[in-house]
């Protein structure tokens, strides 16, 4: 009866926030695929726009531009996958020849950039290439692919190394198990393969690079935030949708064939530290060279030129910066917070196995590929008149469907064995993955961007934007860009470092980029 009473609790909640994320998330999401079928007026809104039939998608799929965002997005992503594995495949080998001390200083270290706002990334690569090679059209993907495997490639070595710490011996039915969080990695990562780091693009990309720069995601903003076009943009961010709707359901059925073979057995104590507590200098070679690669390419420009640039021309925000802290520790606290639970609560609904549990995966599936920031979400929050106001980020971000939270607590809890109802989220377990989350929204630089046109409210990772727009012009020095950048980066950077302990590899998979 207790069960029974619990799976009826489970179903209650879990339809009370599956309607809210259908109000919050389905609604835009309709008016996205509405558009893409319209001839937008402003006036008349979404619902009375004149139909203007497939004549938007013939305009979109006949661009001469079509099939070099679809080819320039995929080469992209792939070399980003490719530079990412291999690196963090010989980073895993390497670190698990040397004693756990010397592991988790390396492992902490890698793990930093993750927790660095991508466009500081950009910035501080803006910084050593001057411009010059980010000029050069032949260079551009590879640029693009080396920055975001420099921020992502701490997730799939910790998820290799782990695995290959595991004390049960490999059998049948276990053997999925190592490989299970790698696996993980790359099935997230594929279902979004024509998605990309706007955070990153969108302080790179120029004119002068379009023709391998150009991708999916910047050109849905280009034609819809910058050129006005809706119909064509949304017939993008449409046929984007139906494309990753296909991979997302391949590699979520994957992914839970392969977590209900992997957590078959007791794994209580899954990981195990090397046998040797000596270090290996063959091991430690490897680590110390990307360790002193992370140092000189990030660390140097983000502290020693950021030091300097805080005293310099970056002035003119100081007034900004402390009232947008405050700000934002308040706002996306809150909605951490209060994500948590929601998080919980959904993931326990997919995981009942019954009727409301696959509707519920069903209606997560779709808006799991079909969130992220697009024309229908900007009306939407326009709409509602929290444009350009601190209270547009608690619709946009309070239901967890549009990144990876869910996920990670549903493969959290296939360890446990135990019935849906019965699934509890150990409290630090909860606490990294709200910190995460809270670091997620902090770090997000192209969200508030096309949310938020107000200085005053502007959260400190966008008012790097006002700076920016100032070295271009040769107004403000790149020290106080950087300046800037340290000053949004201390704060996440020191949440990792504080409670490294609570962040395991099944946290950091809440951590994958993915749009949301």
């Known amino acids: 009866m207790q069960r029974s009473n619990g799976r009826g609790a489970v179903i209650a909640a879990g339809s009370i926030f599956l309607l809210l994320a259908l109000i919050l998330k389905g609604i835009p999401v309709i008016g996205g695929l509405l558009l893409a079928f319209k001839s937008y007026r402003p006036e008349a809104g979404i619902m009375g726009s004149p139909f203007a039939g497939f004549a938007n998608m013939e305009r979109a799929f006949y661009s001469m531009y079509f099939p070099r965002i679809i080819l320039n997005t995929v080469i992209q992503n792939l070399l980003y996958l490719i530079i990412v594995l291999v690196v963090s495949f010989i980073l895993a080998i390497s670190l698990a020849k040397v004693n756990r001390v010397m592991q988790n200083f390396f492992i902490t270290l890698v793990l930093v950039p993750l927790f660095i706002p991508g466009n500081s990334l950009a910035h501080i690569c803006l910084y050593w290439f001057k411009g010059a090679a980010l000029a050069r059209q032949e260079l551009f993907p590879f640029i693009y692919a080396i920055l975001l495997a420099v921020k992502n490639v701490g997730i ?27 696996v993980a990695f790359v099935m997230v990562q594929l279902a979004f393969v024509l998605s990309t780091d706007m955070d990153i693009v969108n302080n790179l990309i120029s004119p002068l690079v379009y023709v391998t720069g150009d991708n999916m995601d910047y050109y849905i903003y280009r034609t819809g935030f910058m050129q006005m076009d809706y119909g064509v943009s949304q017939s993008i961010w449409l046929f984007r949708m139906a494309v990753q709707l296909i991979i997302g359901f391949i590699a979520y059925f994957m992914l839970y064939v392969i977590s209900r073979s992997s957590f078959s057995g007791n794994y209580a104590s899954e990981y195990t530290s090397p046998q040797s507590q000596n270090i290996n200098p063959a091991g430690f070679a490897v680590p110390l060279l990307y360790s002193a690669f992370i140092i000189w390419f990030v660390f140097k420009p983000l502290v020693s030129d950021g030091i300097k640039g805080i005293f310099g021309n970056m002035a003119m925000l100081k007034g900004n910066v402390l009232s947008s802290y405050v700000l934002y520790i308040l706002v996306y606290g809150l909605i951490a917070m209060a994500g948590v639970p929601v998080t919980v609560i959904i993931a326990k609904s997919i995981l009942t196995g019954n009727a409301f549990g696959k509707l519920t995966k069903f209606i997560f599936i779709i808006l799991f590929i079909a969130g992220g920031t697009g024309i229908h979400q900007y009306l939407i929050i326009r709409n509602m008149g929290l444009f350009n106001t601190v209270f547009c980020y608690i619709p946009y971000y309070i239901i967890p469907v549009a990144n990876s939270l869910v996920l990670a607590v549903i493969l959290y809890f296939h360890k446990s064995g135990s019935a849906p109802e019965e699934h509890v989220l150990t409290w630090k377990y909860a606490f990294a993955l709200g910190i995460l989350q809270f670091i997620k929204m902090w770090n997000s630089e192209f969200i508030p961007m096309i949310l938020t046109a107000r200085q005053d409210i502007m959260p400190p990772v966008l008012l790097s934007k006002i700076l920016m727009q100032g070295v271009s012009t040769g107004g403000i020095s790149m020290e106080a860009l950087l300046g800037m950048d340290l000053i949004s980066s201390v704060l996440p950077v020191a949440l990792f470092l504080i409670f490294r302990r609570f962040i395991t590899e099944w946290a950091l998979l809440a951590y994958i980029k993915v749009r949301y």
């Open 156 to 182: 799939p070595a910790v998820f290799i190394l782990k695995t290959m710490q595991i004390r049960k011996e490999l059998t049948e039915n276990d053997g999925f198990g190592r490989l299970m969080a790698p």
